[in-house]
């Protein structure tokens, strides 16, 4: 269960949220149960008392108080399941953005390394049906266990006052089998099934996705029908342990449901016992079976849930393990920023910079940045500058040697601009920054007059991967998104691409000056792509 610890602490924040929710879920079960039992009551009183005035005997029935009652628990069971399911599906979609939100944060800070070993199908698997399996967590999981087991002590509460201690005991014994196999005997059952089911779901998608994107080349090879097949086998193979899975939870749900049946027959039975010895009246009698006969609608909604556990335990699983903090892997320390005054901003010693797998690129590789200067380091294709620019970042652990850095921001080789605003696109380098100091950055890159001939603004739509700028526009924008950032380091790998000669003249001076008492660490094929450089390296 420790997968699901950091989840069920993200949960718990709102737990305002989910106690009202619970409470409104429970209002709903008791008015439910309650509506069943006083309604059993009420024709139990009328029918008797209709058979003692066919009898000649005087009797008299209350239609008032038990008819208000009724009225009462049928209104405040539709208006509190409307309620609880209009507050708790908010509830859900609220849990569903935190747990997104942690999740693009954590893997925002896992190591590059990290990413790249899964494909895009897996990704997509990642942060939809992982992130489903989670964000159900409370509302088909925790809150119906829970409240399952209040509403079960409140009905054996019940049989106590009505009846005796020991039918109490006996019912409680019975629910309580009942209620362990709807969960945990389920969730044991279904648990290593149910994971590996998850797991092959997908592998089959990533294997469908795979064929669409290569079905002309499986076409032109003759291949296509073959690996359709293969396809279907797969998903023929996956829907048999579907079934398999939904057939042991309709076993599981079955037998519940028997033994919640079977309480209310012994309570029955029982009841009619005390009846005779004038204990209890008719109605009473009656009262109490059919109130155990309302939990099978609060027992028939844990099997499916457990039966759900084990993928969910599995997806939670593999969430925490693709999400590690890239400054958790050896040789790489991120030191607080303002830590001593007059210390470096970054400091590399005997470093190897490489792949698994391969030999590094680059090896004993030192140098120190101290607070205001310029490094730049120039090279060919294929020289290692990315991937020292990567391991400087901490996205990829070093090879071997140490390595410590003050906290950074990165401008990335590659040109990532979000299908969303200008403003939107500028603010993930800064989130607290004002609109003034928005149109101060855009001028330094010379993007503030672009953007001013639009009718919006910075609220200007940029279009899907910036489809609305030009190359050299789009690296400028990102550009200055990196700039927004306070970091004491600043590290930019190829920072001019795409922007021509007389443009970048212009506005590499003003970013200098821009950056003035922070560290800068710039990459390029040669000088003339670099920021203004105190110290230039050369790698071979």
Known sequence: ???????????????????????????????????????GWFLTETALVGLLFAAGVHAYINLYVPGSGIRFFAVSRTVSRYLERLYNHNTVLSLLTDIRVALFNRLAQAGKRQRGDKTGAQWLS?????????????LRLIAPTALAALVTLMIVGL???LFSGTIALILLGIL???????????????????????????????????????????????RAG??????????????QSQAEVDARVG???SVTVLLVNLSAVIALWAGFGLFQQDLVSGPVLVLLPIALLGLGEVYGMLPEAFGKFGATLAAARRLNED????????????????????ESALTASDLAVGHPGQSPVITHFSVAVEPGDRLGVVGVSGSGKSSLADTFAGLIAPVAGSLESLPCTYLTQTTVVFDDTVKANLLLGNPEATDGELWHVLELVELAERFSREVAGLDTWLGNGGSRLSGGEARRLVLARVLMSNAPLVILDEPFTGVDADTRGRIAPRIDQWLDGRAVISLGHGPEALLPSGHILHLN
């Open 1 to 39: 269960m420790r997968e699901l610890r950091p989840w069920l602490q993200l949960i718990l924040r709102r737990r305002g949220r989910l106690v009202a929710g619970g409470a409104l879920l429970l209002a709903t079960l008791i008015s439910g149960i309650a509506l069943l039992a006083l309604s």
């Open 126 to 138: 990642r942060l939809t049906a992982d992130v489903d399996a989670l964000d159900t967590l409370y």
């Open 159 to 161: 049989a106590w006052l």
């Open 176 to 222: 309580a089998t009942a209620f362990g196999i709807a969960t945990w005997g389920l969730y044991v059952r279904t648990r290593a099934l149910s994971g590996q089911l998850n797991q092959r779901q997908e592998q089959l998608r990533g294997q469908v996705i795979e064929h669409l994107e290569g079905f002309a080349e499986l076409t032109a090879a003759g």
């Open 226 to 239: 073959k690996h359709s097949g293969r396809l279907m086998r797969h998903a023929f193979a996956l829907s």
């Open 251 to 253: 076993w599981h749900l």
């Open 323 to 342: 999400v590690q903090p890239a400054d958790e892997q050896p040789g790489f320390l991120k030191k607080p920023a303002g830590q001593g005054g007059k």
